[in-house]
């Protein structure tokens, strides 16, 4: 008797959201919010409703244009290794020869 084992074919693949990868989901969800807390915070002050809308809208716009933009620039690990490669430094200097004797 033969036993049937199910293969997963996408267990390693990156998670995806219509196009986004990885933690650019996250990204988008978080400027999201912050949108609407926004939206929230120009309402509240008494703001004319179709500027607050306006505001929202045009500052939501620019959000996913910008993070679908990086998300296709940077990849899945780009982005993390961009801002690595900034915190390693152009030059190491050594004025003695302490460090290499014992």
């Excluded at 915070?41 to 500052?59: E, K």
Aim: proline share 2%; aromatic share 12%; charged share 15%.
């Amino acid at each position: 008797m033969a036993s049937v084992y199910q293969i997963n074919k996408g267990v390693s693949a990156p998670v995806m959201f219509k196009g986004l990868k990885a933690q650019y989901i996250w990204y988008l969800g978080g400027g999201l919010a912050g949108v609407l807390i926004l939206f929230a915070i120009l309402y509240i002050c008494g703001v004319n409703m179709f500027l607050c809308l306006a505001i929202a809208l045009i500052t939501g716009g620019g959000l996913f244009s910008w993070i679908y933009g990086m998300s296709n620039k940077y990849g899945e690990h780009g982005l993390t290794k961009q801002m690595g490669k900034r915190m390693v430094p152009d030059l190491i200097r050594n004025g003695g020869r302490k460090l290499f004797m014992k």
